[in-house]
């Protein structure tokens, strides 16, 4: 299952996860979204993780640039 996660970084602080589903979901299916927030502060760290359905959306995801 975890091979169809990836990193996700240099997100802006104010990005949601719904963000990174609207960028992503062209891919393929996503089962979570998950921006990594500090836990002192609240705020975003600026990366996360998403993982897809299958491992054939992580290639294409993976070849996106920007």
Known sequence: MG???IFVGNLSYSAKPADLEEAFKS???IQD????MD???GKSRGFGFITF???ESV???LAMDG
């Open 53 to 55: 359905a299958s491992a």
């Open 3 to 5: 091979a169809n996660k």
């Open 59 to 61: 290639k294409g995801a």
């Open 27 to 29: 891919f393929g299916d």
């Open 39 to 41: 836990r002192a502060s």
């Open 33 to 36: 979204v998950k921006i990594v």
